[in-house]
């Protein structure tokens, strides 16, 4: 298994720099780009929902990621300390897609991470809040 950890603080901005950094960490390991795509906009799904809700958009707080990689599949945990999330329930979104006033404003995030992944998953324990999923590499 590949294993590697990447850290940044919680501003936006960080977000495409990790972003790339694990793009071409996923290219170094000959994943495929049907796989690494969806993985990484997962990814940034996360980390914004981080950001915006575990540390409220206050910069300088620490986020870790470590991506590991089998054969089978690309695993992310992302660890932070924030605010403890309350619900991380599968979200469903109902609308009228030729009336778009009555799209939802918010929550997409979780929804466009658990269409494209196999899993996704969110535990907090001892003051580390962690968000799980992966994508099976078949």
């Given at each position: 298994m590949a294993i590697n950890k990447f850290s940044i603080t919680s501003e936006y901005h960080n977000i495409s720099t990790v972003s790339r950094k694990?793009?071409?960490?996923?290219?170094?390991?000959k994943v495929d780009k049907e796989i690494s795509d969806p993985v990484l906009i997962s990814?940034?799904?996360?980390?914004?929902?981080?950001?915006?809700?575990?540390?409220?958009?206050?910069?300088?707080?620490?986020?870790?990621?470590?991506?590991?990689?089998?054969?089978?599949?690309?695993?992310?945990?992302?660890?932070?300390?924030?605010?403890?999330?309350?619900?991380?329930?599968?979200?469903?979104?109902?609308?009228?897609?030729d009336d778009l006033s009555t799209a939802p404003e918010g929550g997409m995030g979780l929804y466009i991470m658990d269409t494209l992944m196999?899993?996704?998953?969110?535990?907090?324990?001892?003051?580390?809040?962690?968000?799980?999923f992966y994508k099976k590499r078949i």
């Open positions: 694990i793009k071409s960490f996923l290219k170094e390991e990814l940034m799904e996360a980390l914004n929902n981080s950001i915006e809700h575990s540390y409220l958009e206050k910069p300088g707080n620490n986020i870790d990621i470590i991506v590991g990689i089998t054969k089978t599949k690309i695993e992310v945990d992302i660890l932070e300390t924030g605010i403890k999330r309350t619900n991380f329930d599968k979200p469903t979104l109902k609308f009228d897609p196999d899993s996704i998953s969110y535990s907090s324990e001892n003051g580390v809040n962690r968000t799980s």
